[in-house]
């Protein structure tokens, strides 16, 4: 074999081996650039997931280790959460704000403003039959602005060209909305609905500003976060309270995961099928530049 052909199987070896060289490398830096985040995410997430689900163990005060100045108490603390009937309310006032946060989008005006008209209304804070609604309000109220912002900011990026030519068809402007704003719009409301479930979810610096830990149960409008801080540490029970934050993870974790599985995928499937159709096409092109450059090495040799 003369030195020129063995010179051009070697290069050929050398450009096989290009392709697992680069993915290796984007592997280590993938790895080394994700690392101080996974990091974070563990210490501050998963770690403490794994501690609360430990101290749930335990009817613990929250000082010392729990192995050694509480009682090992087993799944009581999560039986006893699951079968009281305050936790139970609790989660229903919590589904409650979550259906309604998605329905009502308006401001609330209370006592004080209708006073200034004249005008006695009800108890909006203590009626069990009315403060729901009052806290259904105030949520709307005062998350309605980021609503907005993530609706512009979806409208934006739909293209001006397609209104122009439904209007050029004659399309009329609910027929445009219909059409064109609502399916090119609804990634957006599928990322704001689950923004707003989870958030409910998770409600309480709203119901323990206006009602407070106590009041809010007697007023019906205690959550599940209330319902934690007031029977964990308002009770001294940090156990109990641990087991309880457990409990509202899993749901939480349970309604995410449902939802992203039925509503969300539909969107990674998209983003995801785009992404592999620009990888194949990309190794498409790096094969046939490959080809050539053999082909053109062989005729070199020949």
């Given at each position: 074999?003369?030195?020129?052909?063995?010179?051009?199987?070697?290069?050929?070896?050398?450009?096989?081996?290009?392709?697992?060289?680069?993915?290796?490398?984007?592997?280590?830096?993938?790895?080394?650039?994700?690392?101080?985040?996974?990091?974070?995410?563990?210490?501050?997430?998963?770690?403490?997931?794994?501690?609360?689900?430990?101290?749930?163990?335990?009817?613990?005060?929250?000082?010392?280790?729990?192995?050694?100045?509480?009682?090992?108490?087993?799944?009581?603390?999560?039986?006893?959460?699951?079968?009281?009937?305050?936790?139970?309310?609790?989660?229903?006032?919590?589904?409650?704000?979550?259906?309604?946060?998605?329905?009502?989008?308006?401001?609330?005006?209370?006592?004080?403003?209708?006073?200034?008209?004249?005008?006695?209304?009800?108890?909006?804070?203590?009626?069990?039959?009315?403060?729901?609604?009052?806290?259904?309000?105030?949520?709307?109220?005062?998350?309605?602005?980021?609503?907005?912002?993530?609706?512009?900011?979806?409208?934006?990026?739909?293209?001006?060209?397609?209104?122009?030519?439904?209007?050029?068809?004659?399309?009329?402007?609910?027929?445009?909305?219909?059409?064109?704003?609502?399916?090119?719009?609804?990634?957006?409301?599928?990322?704001?609905?689950?923004?707003?479930?989870?958030?409910?979810?998770?409600?309480?610096?709203?119901?323990?500003?206006?009602?407070?830990?106590?009041?809010?149960?007697?007023?019906?409008?205690?959550?599940?976060?209330?319902?934690?801080?007031?029977?964990?540490?308002?009770?001294?029970?940090?156990?109990?309270?641990?087991?309880?934050?457990?409990?509202?993870?899993?749901?939480?974790?349970?309604?995410?995961?449902?939802?992203?599985k039925f509503v969300l995928n539909r969107d990674l499937d998209g983003a995801v099928t785009e992404q592999k159709e620009a990888e194949k096409r990309a190794r498409k092109r790096a094969k046939e530049v490959q080809h050539r450059e053999v082909a053109a090495l062989a005729s070199e040799v020949k």
């Amino acid at each position: 074999m003369s030195s020129t052909s063995k010179d051009a199987v070697t290069l050929r070896a050398k450009r096989s081996k290009k392709p697992s060289d680069g993915k290796m490398r984007r592997n280590v830096e993938i790895f080394v650039l994700s690392a101080p985040a996974i990091l974070l995410f563990v210490c501050f997430v998963i770690l403490p997931i794994v501690l609360g689900a430990y101290y749930g163990f335990y009817q613990w005060k929250g000082y010392g280790l729990p192995s050694k100045t509480g009682k090992f108490v087993g799944l009581q603390n999560y039986i006893t959460a699951i079968k009281d009937p305050a936790f139970q309310a609790a989660i229903l006032h919590t589904f409650e704000v979550v259906i309604g946060s998605l329905v009502i989008q308006a401001p609330l005006a209370i006592n004080e403003i209708l006073a200034n008209f004249g005008i006695n209304g009800p108890d909006w804070l203590a009626d069990p039959k009315i403060a729901i609604w009052t806290l259904l309000l105030l949520i709307s109220w005062k998350y309605v602005g980021f609503a907005v912002i993530l609706m512009l900011a979806g409208m934006q990026s739909i293209p001006d060209e397609l209104y122009e030519a439904a209007k050029v068809d004659g399309a009329s402007f609910w027929q445009m909305q219909r059409s064109i704003t609502l399916p090119l719009l609804a990634p957006t409301l599928r990322i704001w609905v689950f923004l707003s479930m989870i958030g409910s979810l998770q409600l309480f610096d709203l119901v323990y500003i206006v009602w407070g830990k106590y009041v809010s149960t007697t007023a019906g409008v205690s959550t599940m976060a209330t319902y934690m801080v007031r029977e964990g540490r308002g009770a001294g029970n940090y156990g109990y309270g641990s087991a309880v934050a457990l409990i509202i993870f899993v749901i939480s974790l349970i309604i995410a995961l449902v939802y992203q599985k039925f509503v969300l995928n539909r969107d990674l499937d998209g983003a995801v099928t785009e992404q592999k159709e620009a990888e194949k096409r990309a190794r498409k092109r790096a094969k046939e530049v490959q080809h050539r450059e053999v082909a053109a090495l062989a005729s070199e040799v020949k």
